[in-house]
Nanobody, 128 residues
């Protein structure tokens, strides 16, 4: 059974940093693209970043470029999202996800429909 577990959320002041972790089990970790998504109250879930297992490329939403960094540790089966210079608008429930297929890049990289495995969310709250 595939399981994705997101953790590391919390309350931080604007300008601060957090590192989210997504631990994975039930599949060959380094074969699967991992994406981070977020959903703020009243808004749709949006793609934040992903790391590809096809070509090791990384992708970022424009809103987080230059502030967030995604990385993976294949020994620990964990993907990280380092979030710096946080803003109140980054407040959301953050999810990690992966496609159902190995060695696959979802269309558009951050398209929600390309991801079939989802973890539970971890809350990030940025105060002004």
């Amino acid at each position: 059974e595939v399981q994705l577990q997101a953790s590391g959320g919390g309350l931080v002041q604007a300008g601060g940093s957090l590192r989210l972790s997504c631990s994975a089990s039930g599949f060959t970790f380094d074969d699967y693209t991992i994406g981070w998504f977020r959903q703020a109250p009243g808004k749709e879930r949006e793609g934040v970043s992903c790391i590809s297992r096809v070509d090791d490329s990384t992708y970022y939403a424009n809103s987080v470029k230059g502030r967030f960094t995604i990385s993976s540790d294949n020994v620990k089966n964990t993907t990280y999202l380092q979030m710096n210079s946080l803003k109140p608008e980054d407040t959301a429930l953050y999810y990690c996800a992966s496609p159902l297929q190995p060695r696959y890049n979802p269309p558009g990289a951050l398209g929600r429909s390309g991801y079939g495995y989802w973890g539970q969310g971890t809350q990030v709250t940025v105060s002004s």
